[in-house]
């Protein structure tokens, strides 16, 4: 090697050794800046295909493996237990996050209130998903009027509550590690929304439900329900919530028939409170009229206010 060739090497040499000596942060942050992504708190996917967009819904918050590691318990809150449209969860919403969650590697999925076979025969997927639906497990002890004296539900204490000191709950939700709330975005003649916070409900008994609406300073009193509502949810939180809200009764709730509105959107996220104000905004609710709203944002279990979250909305 003549000097000439010698001096460039050695000079290239130490340049190249005092770059990666001094500055390997700087390296290392732009490689990281470029490989961080964002995750929307709620992703709301629009579009006729309800199975694929639920699918797309919760791929954008991560993806279902987000939630669900393999060999876990994942427990389903589905509200199925209506005849009406728009008053019940399309089963193209359910099957998709059935499928996500045995894809995840889930050891088993279990439905937390009963769902009648009728229910999933109202979707074209049916055949198509029998595999999955031979595994789901159904807590068919949790059915109108579910009675603690029937079995499969044990009275909890709620210290820390505001109005419900103690409910009868089904004890699958104490099984379960992962647990799902799948509610419709429909009117409740109460309430004024049913959605997820309310869904909750349905893994009480009907004696637990009645003294919400029963044991107030009023029969339904709104307030009370709002706070035992608020007082359930704080025992148990969803881990995702994956709302219906493609075709919903606007009038007539829980049961219809009412008026029907179509928004065609899947929405998901963890955000329940954020969650069910994104769904009151459909039926023209400001989230402070609604007491559920503002007793659960209270209760710490999430903000009203979703306009200061991240949220992905996409037409497919």
Known sequence: MNKLNRRLFLKRT????????????????????????????????????????TVLAIKELGGMQKFVSKGQKVGLLINSDF??????????????????????????VKCLQNVKPEYWALSEKKTEMENYLAKLANDDKNQFPAKIENG?????????????KEAEVID?????????????????????????????????TRATNVFFHLNGPAKNDPLFIAQCIADINKMRPANLTVVDA?????????????????????????????????????????????????????????IKDFTKLKIVEKEV
């Open 14 to 53: 130490t340049a190249v050794m005092v770059a990666g000596t001094l500055l390997p942060g700087l390296f290392a942050r732009k490689i990281f800046s470029q490989t961080i992504t964002v995750l929307p708190d709620i992703s709301v996917i629009k579009g006729t295909n309800f199975f694929e967009n």
């Open 246 to 302: 493609t075709s919903f009764i606007t009038t007539g709730g829980p049961s219809g028939p009412g008026e029907v509105q179509v928004e065609n959107k899947i929405i998901a996220g963890t955000n329940m409170v954020a969650i069910d104000a994104l769904g009151c905004s459909y039926h023209g609710y400001e989230a402070d009229e609604v007491p559920t709203l503002v007793e659960c944002e209270k209760a710490g279990l999430g």
């Open 172 to 204: 699958s939700l104490f099984v379960a590690d992962v647990m799902i709330n799948m509610p419709i975005a429909k009117h409740h003649s109460t309430t004024l929304y049913t959605g997820a916070l309310k869904n909750m409900m349905g893994v009480n």
């Open 152 to 164: 499969g539900f044990t009275k909890k204490e709620l210290p820390n509550s505001i109005q419900l």
């Open 83 to 108: 005849e009406i449209p728009g008053a019940y969860t399309n089963p193209d919403v359910s099957l998709a996050v059935i499928k996500m969650c045995f894809d995840a590697g889930a050891s088993e």
